[in-house]
């Protein structure tokens, strides 16, 4: 694979799937995501394609709110832990780095971890649950 010096949706779609896929061979994510998915991951991808390309191309194709679908996750089995955030992380910088030449994968991690601290704000902090935790 190539590196990207640019960001297009072609290569948000492949980050995207990249990571993805690694998020569904992750021992403690992919029940998560399954239970909540299911099998069929073709939608899911298409609509995080469209909230990363909008996060970072400013294309307006999201308009979803990703703080109610997580707090919501906050109450499904398995449940949603702040540690659960750290491996993805993990697992987004390392795809990010993968696809995308250091500035821009830089872009995308510094945004990945602003939403993984937004959301964590909202579904622990806000809502007097476990702290967050902020280990790289």
Known sequence: MMLSSGITKDGVR?????FYEKVRGEPELAPIFMTVIG????PHLEVITRFWTSAM????EYNGNPMAVHLA???SEP??????FEIWLRLFRETATEHFIEPVAASFITRAERIAESLQLGMFVNNAG???TTAR
Do not use: Y
Request: aromatic share 4%; glycine share 16%.
């Open 79 to 84: 449940r949603i832990e702040p540690r659960h």
């Open 39 to 42: 099998d069929d991951w073709g």
């Open 73 to 75: 996750l906050g109450n």
């Open 130 to 132: 476990p702290k967050i």
């Open 57 to 60: 191309m400013g294309s307006g």
């Open 14 to 18: 492949d980050l995207i799937h990249a």
